[in-house]
């Protein structure tokens, strides 16, 4: 088995994506790093590549990977894959990583892996390491089939770690056939963020069921502003409409790490805990003693989370002069 490892690049928001940098990190560290980088992208997009560990960035700028879905991209990279056979292709696991590897594992025959944690080569192939239940657990899978190995990876998983480089580039044609074109982007709708953003900041301050209301996420907003951070939610509570999907934190949500977070009113599915359980500190408001939140939590406070977080609101605005 080679050491060729690939890393499908992502564009998020005119920027090489964060989980794109980290899994280039971990290729990097383990073998020969390799980025493949389709349609529209920054004129420093190739250079952040390399200062991430990329000796080489398979590139095409052509519009047609941004014009229609998944096929031209799946085209691009099967070719790609045939020609040079690399070990392993990372994938993160964002709508378009899913679609491309499904499509990728589909061809090929091949299987892929998703959530992936961590991963190794050994013995010839490679082998993954997927968090379990919340993260209680950490389980191991490998992949039988011959050829490249697929794996998606869970956005947070590594750490972002420069190691530059000045890659080499090679240019890739664009798909021509029609079969690649017969589901065509119509429109794309941007919906512009409000304050910090879950995957940046370094507190989130997230809400359950417990809160029982959605105007009750006022307090929450209060106290992330205080603290500099975004304000988070449970699966329950955005299926319940009292806030967007884009504030879920969990298995189905986003992901996040940051250096402290504060769960109120939740009780600690397995769900939630997938999203947020690698965060540095975590503190927990819960009324119930048995809440399943308070065996992950460095700080646990049993208590009315309308008594507490009044309190600390008032708290921390004496502190500050307000």
């Not at 190739?46 to 799946?74: H, N």
């Not at 899978?141 to 890659?167: C, D, I, M, N």
Request: proline share 6%; net charge neutral; glycine share 8%.
């Amino acid at each position: 088995m080679s050491d060729l490892i690939w890393v499908y690049a992502e564009v998020v928001e005119e920027r090489i994506s964060t989980t794109t940098l980290e899994m280039l990190t971990k290729a990097a560290e383990l073998g020969a790093a390799e980025a493949v980088l389709l349609g529209p992208a920054p004129d420093n997009a190739v250079a952040t590549l390399g200062e991430y560990g990329a000796r080489k960035v398979y590139r095409s700028a052509d519009s047609v990977f941004a014009d229609y879905l998944t096929a031209p991209a799946a085209d691009a990279v099967a070719a790609l894959i045939e020609k040079h056979k690399p070990a392993v292709m990372l994938f993160a696991s964002s709508y378009a990583g899913r679609d491309l590897a499904a499509a990728l594992s589909a061809r090929f025959d091949s299987g892929a892996i998703a959530d992936v944690g961590d991963f190794i080569l050994k013995d010839g192939s490679v082998e993954a390491t997927i968090p379990a239940l919340g993260g209680s657990y950490q389980n191991t899978s490998t992949l039988v089939s011959p050829g490249t190995k697929l794996l998606l990876v869970r956005p947070k998983s590594f750490e972002p770690a420069q190691r530059p480089q000045t890659p080499q580039v090679e240019e890739v044609p664009a798909p021509a056939s029609a079969e690649a074109k017969r589901i065509r982007v119509t429109q794309r709708v941007t919906v512009k963020p409000e304050g910090p953003q879950l995957e940046g900041s370094n507190v989130v301050v997230s809400g359950g069921r417990g809160l029982k209301a959605p105007e009750h996420f006022e307090m929450l907003k209060q106290l992330a502003e205080l603290l500099g951070g975004a304000v988070g939610a449970t699966r329950a509570v955005v299926d319940a409409g009292w806030v967007p999907y884009s504030m879920q934190v969990g298995q189905t949500g986003k992901t996040v790490k940051p250096n402290i977070y504060i769960a109120c009113g939740i009780s600690g599915a397995v769900q939630h805990l997938a999203g947020m359980k690698a965060s540095k500190t975590i503190i927990s408001i819960n009324k119930d003693p048995e809440a399943p939140i308070f065996k992950f939590s460095d700080l646990g406070i049993v208590g009315d989370v309308f008594q507490v977080l009044p309190q600390l609101l008032e708290e921390l605005k004496k502190r500050k002069g307000k």
